[in-house]
C-alpha cells in the first residue's frame, strides 16, 4: 500500500513539474513571440515577410513541443494505472522521439534565418541558442528511443514469461 502511495506522489509530482515545462513556453508562444517577429521584421527589412515568416516557424516548432508534453503526461498516466509496460507505454514514447526530431529538424531548417538575424544584430548568441535547442531535442530523440526499445524488450519478456507458466 504505502508503495503505490510513493508512487502515485512521485508521478504527480512529474505530472506538476510537465505542467511547469509548457507554461513558460506558452507565455513564450503569446507575449515574446510576436516581438521576436516585430524585431526581425525591423531588423531584416529588406525581406518581405519575414515577420510573419519567424512568427509561424515558432508556433510551428510549438506543436510538436506541446505533443511531446502531452504524451508524456500520458505516460505518466500510465504509470499510475499500473500500465507502464503496455505498447501503450511504447507508442507515447514512439511520438515523443518523433516530437523531438521533428524540433531539432525545424531550427535546422530555420539556422539560416537565425544567421541571418546574428549577422544583422551582430549577436551570434542567436546561432548558439538554436544550436542548443538542436542538440537538446536531439538528445531527448535519443533517450526516448533507448527507452521506446529497452520498453518493448520488456514486453517481449514478459510476454514470453506469461506463455511459459
Known amino acids: 500500500m504505502r508503495c503505490i502511495f510513493v508512487n502515485q506522489v512521485s508521478t504527480l509530482f512529474l ?12 507565455a513564450l508562444c503569446v507575449f515574446v513571440v510576436p516581438e521576436i517577429g516585430r524585431y526581425a521584421g525591423e531588423l531584416l527589412s529588406n525581406i518581405t515577410y519575414i ?20 504524451q508524456a503526461f500520458k505516460l505518466l498516466i500510465f504509470i499510475d494505472k499500473n500500465k507502464a509496460f503496455s505498447e501503450l507505454s511504447v507508442k507515447a514514447l514512439k511520438v515523443i522521439k518523433y516530437c523531438a526530431i521533428i524540433i531539432s529538424g525545424l531550427f535546422v531548417i530555420a539556422m ?21 535547442i538542436i542538440f537538446a531535442s536531439m538528445i ?26
Open 15 to 26: 505530472k506538476i513539474a510537465v505542467i511547469f515545462i509548457g507554461l513558460p513556453i506558452l
Open 51 to 70: 515577420k510573419y515568416l519567424v512568427i509561424s516557424f515558432f508556433y510551428v516548432s510549438a506543436i510538436p513541443f506541446f505533443i511531446a508534453l502531452y
Open 112 to 132: 539560416p534565418l537565425f544567421y541571418f538575424m546574428a549577422d544583422a544584430d551582430d549577436a551570434p548568441g542567436v546561432i548558439i541558442i538554436g544550436l542548443v
Open 140 to 165: 531527448i530523440a535519443v533517450f526516448a528511443a533507448v527507452l521506446q526499445r529497452l520498453l518493448q524488450e520488456a514486453i517481449e519478456i514478459k510476454s514470453e514469461n506469461d506463455l511459459t507458466v
